[in-house]
């Protein structure tokens, strides 16, 4: 899996903590110049020379601001570099208003086969809070012009629990987008994330955010209405058609390797030491500035800012940490070959209370998180990492 | 020059006392850099509050001492003793030991605040020990100086006359000249009993990890010197001295401290249990006929239980306990079962500030994760059949069908603070059934006020609530008083439907059922969300008077974690586990540690 990161945006919204700069004269060609030449570099190392890629994700920042031209030459670099797989899913992140539909045909051309649309809310007003830049027209124009090039695999992300939004209003939101018949949506929750001018604003003076029951009654009808029209949850935010789930963020939650390309970029791959015991995992996170980056890559092929090493057990509460994001939750099978040890002894008796409360179903297919141990991910999970 | 042949006539022994941050430490930096004692490169702001604690606190827990040389304006050298004083109400005994070593004291007044509780409290204390006191007013250099005010209050509130009061800049060094002739002068030099059996005062004591236990002495009668076989009054038990000196205030060895002279005195001691401040020190073979007067037994007021919030560091937490008691043998401490916490010890203080410390020293020197009960007062209980028993642990609480009467310890409390706030005061006071003795106008807008409190009533934020409520302008100190006999019972917190005895307080009956329902409401704010709802009551007997219930955690899940947000999440949530682990499991429930301090903490936002 390779994920590249695209670090523009024409507006940087309050409440967003991902590494996204506004440039008044973005340095396409030299940051373009430096995702090739990193590229070049991974490939060459062992843990990724010769590894077949089977999805490609563009994301941002605003990946759509990127000239096509450009991008058609990143993917052919992939290409060279990696074996993509034919099948390969390759996404590209989109925000309305920052792209025109001409371009989504380029993107068409150039390989890309899933688009993920930005749309966040269909209300002005809402919109405006958010300080997205584009209109609910403009965000309904975007996805027509996704159709229009051919795109027949559609995202449409969204979000609920906006300061005194009311679950009416997300219902028009939400029924709205339904009725678009898009394959796949993300529906999150706003989260006010630390270090943004989002959290500042409202530490200074609070936003009326959803309490614990109401953000709990944004949730649960989110599930119940797409289940209702044929979207399966498969993740906590994330909901698709049959077969049209995102191989590519499934990948994350099914502990799969992924390299990281770009400014603010993480990667991860096991330390899979043939013949020896069973080992870890490294995590690294390339330099945010795109500057800063695109110096260091030209100096050394790589921009790593940090990287950390996970032991075999530390790596094994994640994989089970993130797993029980998914709907399916843990293959047993996979677990046991992976980190070589009896699932089942592994999450007691830390989960244990989780286990009698039914919160947590463990089975001779694996484990995972019933209907009501959903909304409490975060508060089982603490207890195994 | 090794030989301290100094007349008596040309040593002053005096102390500095002061009201907490009217600038007694930065006075003794002056003095000690004035006299060269230390260079300027190693004199550290506030020298003598050498602990790590004290330094933070900006307060003096361990009395020190400098042994200063002047050349005065007569043309003599003169041996200056300034011997440090602690500065809180909890160490009055201390401070009165301190000032026993004295023929005089400087008193500091803060000439933007004026007379303060401490003030007066520390004057009263160096009257008794007939010192000769010289006003000192501090801060002069401040733009709201008032030094006549500052000089009109030591004159109609303490008595004392001012007029020739030093007017100082312990921090500019204006006046300090002054200060230093003021000691020769109005000082008297102590009295010269060489030829007496010996009798030196222990003025302090601490423990050195290379030396063991030194004390820092006062010779009042004859000599002693290196070597001699020394006796303490108290235990009678002997020792040879080591070695011996005087503090400038590195300590400097001379092998010899006579009568009049201050200085330390180390003998191998192992533990400081055998050298307790107050007592004695004669000779083994010629030992004097009666102790010094005014040695007593520390005596511990407050008392809570301190357990490990992880049960697998009892013995560490008992290995801690033995080495500070080596240290402080002030505070008691004896194991205890709870059935909640399992073992711990109930700890005795002196005082609730007393208490902070230990508990701080515990978890910052020795690493360790307490939990520290609601703190408890002594009550006298007289049973039906007459037997008298001392209770300061809830669990320890008789049947009340089996007890005649309870008395409680009370305080009587000197407070001042401005006239705006007396109303707030006099509520506060009423509330802690306080009965007010006195009230007197100082002028400027200030009142004394005089309260006797059940100490079981100070002991529970009274300090804190009496500094927020007068926006930190009052000033308070306290001495105990008699026991008063009170309709005080035991009050239950369930958790979970389970009592908790390290919950359980002893409480008036009259208070018990408002302080019951703010209670479980403080604790319903200090215990987390959990897997399932959790009932909290307050309960007398069998009778329930209050509950709260901790909902259950409905929905706690991040929305977005992809491939960027994995670490960085994972930490959140490592977080989120980690605060897990400094709770204690009761039962099901997990209890951070403020819920057991909850009692404390009724005051801070309803």
């Known amino acids: 899996m390779l994920y590249v990161h695209i670090p523009f945006c024409a507006h940087k919204c309050h409440y967003c903590d991902f590494n996204s700069h506004v440039r008044t004269e973005p340095l396409w060609q030299s940051y373009a110049d430096a995702l090739a030449q990193e590229l070049i570099h991974w490939s060459g190392q062992h843990n990724f020379k010769g590894r077949p890629v089977s999805s490609v994700f563009i994301g941002g920042g605003t990946p759509s601001l990127m000239p096509p031209p450009l991008l058609a030459s990143l993917i052919a670099t992939i290409q060279s570099c990696f074996s993509l797989d034919p099948q390969a899913e390759i996404t590209i992140e989109a925000n309305p208003g920052s792209s025109d539909q001409h371009h989504f045909s380029d993107y068409r051309n150039a390989g890309i086969n899933r688009i993920s649309i930005g749309v966040q809310s269909l209300d002005a ?34 979000m609920y629990g906006l300061p005194g939004q009311t679950l009416d209003h997300w219902q028009q939101t939400l029924h709205r987008l339904i009725q678009l018949n898009p394959e796949h949506l993300s529906c999150y929750q706003l989260t006010v994330e630390p270090h943004t001018r989002l959290a500042a604003q409202h530490a200074q003076s609070p936003y009326a955010l959803p309490q614990e029951e109401a953000s709990l009654a944004f949730f649960q009808y989110t599930r119940h209405t797409l289940r209702a029209f044929g979207y399966q949850p498969y993740e906590i935010s994330n909901f698709s058609r049959s077969g049209y789930h995102c191989r590519h963020n499934d990948g994350y939650w099914l502990y799969r390797d992924y390299l990281g390309i770009g400014a603010g970029a993480s990667g991860k791959w096991d330390e899979w030491e043939h013949d020896k015991a069973p080992a870890g995992c490294h995590r690294y996170t390339n330099i945010k500035t795109p500057e800063k980056y695109i110096r260091s890559v030209q100096k050394n092929g790589f921009a790593i800012r940090q990287s950390e090493t996970l032991d075999l057990n530390q790596a094994a509460a994640e994989a089970i940490w993130l797993g029980l994001r998914r709907k399916d939750g843990i293959d047993k099978q996979w677990f046991e070959d992976r980190f070589q040890q009896p699932l089942a002894q592994f999450i007691q008796p830390a989960l244990t209370p989780w286990l009698i409360s039914g919160d947590v179903r463990l089975n001779n297919a694996g484990i995972q998180l019933s209907e009501q141990g959903i909304v409490l991910a975060d508060s089982i999970s603490a207890a195994i990492l | 020059m090794t030989k301290t042949t100094t007349p008596q006539q040309f040593i002053r022994n005096f102390s500095i006392i002061a009201h907490i941050d009217h600038g007694k430490s930065t006075l003794a930096d002056r003095l000690i850099e004035e006299t060269g004692a230390l260079s300027e490169r190693e004199m550290k702001k506030q020298v003598l509050d050498s602990m790590e ?48 070593a004295c023929e005089g004291a400087l008193l500091i007044v803060d000439a933007t605040q004026g007379v303060e509780a401490q003030t007066l409290a520390n004057v009263y204390l160096a009257m008794e020990n007939n010192l000769e006191i010289i006003p000192v007013i501090n801060k002069i250099d401040l733009p709201s100086a008032d030094i006549e005010e500052a000089k009109r209050q030591i004159e109609e509130i303490i008595g004392l006359d001012a007029s020739g009061a030093i007017a100082v800049s312990a921090k500019t060094g204006v006046g300090i000249h002054d200060v230093l002739e003021a000691v020769v002068k109005l000082v008297p030099p102590p009295e010269s009993h060489d030829d007496k059996p010996l009798r030196a005062l222990i003025v302090d004591s601490w423990f050195d990890s290379y030396v063991g236990a030194v004390a820092l002495i006062r010779v009042f009668d004859g000599q002693v010197k290196k070597g001699d076989k020394i006796r303490l009054m108290s235990n009678k038990v002997s ?32 533990t400081l249990a055998d050298l307790r401040v107050g007592d004695t020190v004669t000779f083994e073979r010629k030992p004097a006929d009666s102790p010094l007067p005014g040695f007593r037994e520390p005596k511990p007021m ?48 002196l005082g ?61 409390a000197n407070i001042f603070l401005p006239d705006e706030f007396v109303g707030a005061l006099m509520k506060l006071c009423q509330e802690r059934r306080g009965i007010q003795q006195n009230m007197s106008f100082i002028g400027q807008g200030r009142v004394m006020l005089t309260y006797n409190l059940p100490l079981a009533e100070m002991v529970i934020d009274f300090y804190d609530r009496l500094k927020s409520m007068s926006r930190g302008y009052a000033s308070m100190d306290y001495e105990l008083a008699d026991f008063r006999e009170e309709d005080v019972v035991k009050l239950d917190v369930l958790v979970h439907g389970d009592a908790v005895d390290a919950l359980s307080l002893i409480i008036h009956r009259s208070v018990a059922e408002s302080r019951g329902r703010e209670l479980v409401k403080k604790m319903r704010e200090l215990i987390p969300r959990q897997q399932f709802d959790i009932p909290l009551q307050a309960a007398i007997g069998g009778r329930i ?20 947000d994995i670490s960085r999440k994972r930490k959140l949530l490592e977080k989120q586990k980690a605060g897990k682990k400094r709770m204690k499991n009761i039962g099901n429930v997990e209890v951070p540690q403020e819920a057991f301090l909850a009692v404390l903490k009724l005051g801070d936002g309803g």
């Open chain 1, 125 to 158: 007003e809402e919109l405006r809070w958010l300080e997205r830049i584009h209109s609910p027209d403009e965000a309904l124009a975007a996805f027509q012009a996704a159709r229009a090039a051919g795109f027949t695999n559609v995202n449409l992300d969204a």
């Open chain 2, 53 to 100: 604690l004290e330094q933070e606190r900006g307060i003096t827990i361990k009395a020190q001492t400098a042994t200063l040389k002047y050349r005065a304006l007569d043309g003599n050298d003169y041996i200056l003793n300034l011997i440090d004083t602690p500065g809180h109400v909890d160490f009055t005994y201390e401070v009165s030991r301190s000032l026993q």
């Open chain 2, 239 to 270: 020792y040879e001295v080591n070695d011996i000196g005087v503090f400038r205030p590195q300590p400097l060895s001379t092998g010899i401290l006579k009568s009049g002279e201050v200085g330390f005195l180390i003998c191998g001691i192992k």
């Open chain 2, 302 to 349: 407050v008392f809570s239980g301190l357990y490990p919030v992880d049960s697998g560091d009892y013995s560490d937490l008992r290995d801690s306990l033995e080495k500070l008691h080596m240290n402080d043998p002030s505070f008691s401490y004896e194991p205890e079962n709870s059935s909640a916490l399992g073992l711990g010890f109930r700890c005795g203080f």
């Open chain 2, 352 to 412: 609730m500030l007393h208490m902070e410390i230990i508990q701080e020293r515990l978890e910052r020197e020795y690493q360790l994760s307490l939990i520290t009960t609601a703190p408890s007062v002594v009550y006298r209980v007289t049973m039906t059949s007459g037997k008298v028993h001392e209770i300061s642990n809830p669990s320890e609480f008789p049947d009340p069908q089996a007890i005649t009467r309870i008395e409680e310890p009370t305080v009587n």
């Open chain 2, 545 to 564: 008077l209050a509950r709260e219930t901790v909902k259950a955690v409905r929905k706690n899940v991040t929305a977005k974690c992809y491939g960027g």
